[in-house]
């Protein structure tokens, strides 16, 4: 089931999905809620809510792990006989409205939807386009190509904590110039520099005024770490558009 994984936002529509599939779990075995939250649990519930980006800005730092769900599945069944997993029936909902794009990239095309309600036992469905073979072996075509994407990404996403990393080893690495002195930077590098002695601890402001004296390499780094973040958008747009292809094919727009 998906989720604003983390908490937190502005707008909580869409966890209160998972919210309200917990509530009614636990309430199969007998927990009783106060009918005041159960309802507003369920008013305020959207499938199409808004998903929000946890990396995101500075966000592009936090670990980069493709998630293998059939593992993950395996792991949490401890078997690797326990059927097909199960997916949340407001998952094929939003991916079928496109909302926000949404095309999950790593979710094989063997599974089951699980009822919005959980009936005991709970209603386990297949979907008629799972025995299209055609349509199967395309989505996991274009799967396969996201999966080959996101192995770029988790490269250059290694890259670039190794390269911000050097970053700042480098800075620490410098004589801090004495107070009092001061070394001609390029109004731009000179910027730069008050940026990052204002986001930066105090205990470098020293250091990063010595970056005057090294304009040449400090750029060349800047220009790599830029090189970087790109090549990680880019790959992230191309392995959304893989899935997205993949899911289009199952669920055409009424555009289409």
């Known amino acids: 089931m998906h989720s604003n994984v983390g908490g937190g936002y502005p707008k909580d529509q869409l966890a209160l999905v998972s919210l309200d599939w917990m509530m009614d779990r636990v309430e199969a075995c007998g927990v009783r809620f106060l009918e005041s939250s159960r309802a507003a649990v369920r008013q305020q519930l959207d499938e199409h809510g808004r998903m929000y980006d946890s990396r995101a800005g500075l966000g592009i730092y936090y670990r980069f792990m493709p998630r293998d769900l059939t ?114 930077a390029s109004p731009l590098l000179g910027g730069v520099i008050s940026l990052l002695q204002f986001l930066l601890p105090d205990m470098l402001g020293g250091r990063l005024e010595a970056l005057g004296a090294y304009e040449a390499p400090f750029w060349s780094l800047v220009g790599v770490l830029a090189l970087l973040f790109v090549g990680h958008r880019l790959l992230k747009r191309k392995m959304i558009n893989s899935a997205q292809a993949g899911w289009r094919r199952i669920f055409p727009l009424k555009s289409d």
């Open 71 to 184: 593992k993950l599945w395996s792991d949490a069944t401890k078997s690797d006989a326990a059927g097909p997993m199960l997916i949340h029936q407001s998952v094929m909902q939003r991916i079928s409205a496109a909302t926000q794009g949404y095309a999950p990239h790593n979710l094989s095309s063997s599974f089951n939807l699980v009822s919005r309600t959980a009936l005991n036992p709970p209603v386990y469905q297949q979907q008629p386009w799972q025995v299209d073979a055609g349509k199967c072996d395309y989505y996991d075509a274009c799967l396969a190509r996201s999966a080959h994407y996101a192995s770029w990404r988790r490269i250059i996403y290694m890259l670039l904590v190794g390269a911000t990393l050097i970053f700042l080893g480098l800075i620490t690495m410098l004589d801090p110039i004495p107070q009092g002195e001061m070394i001609e």
